[in-house]
Structure formats: C-alpha cells, structure tokens
T-cell receptor, first 114, second 118 residues
Framework: KNQVEQSPQSLIILEGKNCTLQ??????????LRWYKQDTGRGPVSLTI?????NTKSNGRYTATLDADTKQSSLHITASQLSDSASYIC?????????????FGRGTQLTVWP | EADIYQTPRYLVIGTGKKITLECSQT?????MYWYQQDPGMELHLIHY???????EKGDLSSESTVSRIRTEHFPLTLESARPSHTSQYLC?????????????????FGDGTRLSIL
C-alpha cells in the first residue's frame, strides 16, 4: 500500500534553532517528492520538488534531502523564525499511470517560540 | 504569491441547502483540483480537471459536483448539504508542462473554504 509517513507529528523549538523533519514513503514507482508549508488557515505553499535524480534542494533557509534507495526525505530548517510556525506536508507523486497520483502525509506541526 | 482565489473563506449553513464554492485562478493553468482536508489529516483529492469541459472524480468519493466552463473558473457544488460535508475545501491549479498529469510542476493552492453544515 502506497503511504507517506511523517515524523514527528508535532515539534516545538526556540527561535534561532535548527530542526529537521522526516518523511518516509512506500510509494512506487516514484516520480517526485514535494514539501509544502501550510500556515494556519491558509493553503499549502510549495517549498521544494525533487525528482529521483536529485538528492538535495534548497529554498532559502529550507533544505530538503532525498534518499530514493531508502525512500526517505528530510526537511531541514536553519535559524528558525517565528514565521516558520506552520504545518509541513510531504507529498509523493507516483508515475504508475498517465494520471499519476499524489500521496499526502499528515504533516508535522512546527511551533517556534520566542 | 500564487493568484488563486476561493470564496467564501467561511460558510456556516443549514442542512439541505445548495452550496457553491468558488475557485478562480489568473495564471492560465489548465489543470485544476479540489481537495478536502480535515484537521490533522492528509489532503484528499475529490475532483480534478485537465482543462475546459474536462472534469473527473478523484480518489475520495464525494457527493459534490464540479464544472469547468472557463479555464480560470472551477466551482464546486453541493446540491443538498449535510453535516458530514463539514470540512475544509482547498482548490489548486498547476501548469501543464512535463509528462503525466502531475509532472514536476508545483500545485498552487487557494486559502480554502471552511464549511460547516448545521
């Protein structure tokens, strides 16, 4: 069964600290992996998209890594800010058909305290 | 910032009413989607469209219907609302570049409609 599991479910860190969020998936065949940030009451916003051949991609203070062999990805946030408080969602796309399909994780709820 | 808009942002309405949730995008994207999201849960695809006059049901069974008469507009309708329809509804769009329906293009989401049926 194709699944996307994220950990931890929630995380609290102090402003200025770094953190790493994890995503494990069983989706096959794999097409790409996306990280989204969803602020409370808003729609998700794309942070990164990585294909099979990419093992790291950065977007400002956000760095995503991908290990397609172990089917794991991480999102590293450097020097956290209060505005980083949000849910971070991992999404994996398969290429099993012309349509393909997106598999969504339940997200990690990050809270940054001053 | 993506140009995709949803209205209303919040709607509280009684059982049995007909509801239309509006979604418009100004990016000229061919592909559009509707998702349902409950608190702490993953997004579920309920409808999608390849372009004008194309609509398909998604992975999650839904009693709602959609239409795509214009590229920029993808409204969702519930003919008779029930308490089980209470949820957040998110609309998204993406470009058509690349192979496959989703390809490697990001989806741009609206801010959603939070629907409560009493």
């Amino acid at each position: 069964k194709n699944q996307v599991e994220q950990s931890p479910q929630s995380l609290i860190i102090l402003e200025g600290k770094n953190c790493t969020l994890q995503c494990n998936y069983t989706v096959s065949p794999f097409s790409n992996l996306r990280w989204y940030k969803q602020d409370t009451g808003r729609g998700p916003v794309s942070l990164t998209i990585m294909t099979f051949s990419e093992n790291t991609k950065s977007n400002g203070r956000y760095t995503a890594t991908l290990d397609a062999d172990t089917k794991q990805s991480s999102l590293h946030i450097t020097a956290s800010q209060l505005s980083d408080s949000a849910s971070y969602i991992c999404v994996v796309s398969d290429r099993g058909s012309t349509l393909g399909r997106l598999y969504f994780g339940r997200g990690t709820q990050l809270t940054v305290w001053p | 910032e993506a140009d995709i808009y949803q209205t209303p942002r919040y709607l509280v309405i009684g059982t049995g009413k007909k509801i239309t949730l509006e979604c418009s995008q100004t990016m000229g994207h061919d592909k559009m989607y509707w998702y349902q999201q409950d608190p702490g849960m993953e997004l579920h695809l309920i409808h999608y469209s390849y372009g004008v006059n194309s609509t398909e049901k998604g992975d999650l069974s839904s009693e709602s219907t959609v239409s795509r008469i214009r590229t920029e507009h993808f409204p969702l309708t519930l003919e008779s609302a029930r308490p089980s329809h209470t949820s957040q509804y998110l609309c998204a769009s993406s470009e058509s570049k690349g192979a496959g329906f989703y390809s490697n293009q990001p989806q741009h989401f609206g801010d959603g409609t939070r629907l409560s049926i009493l």
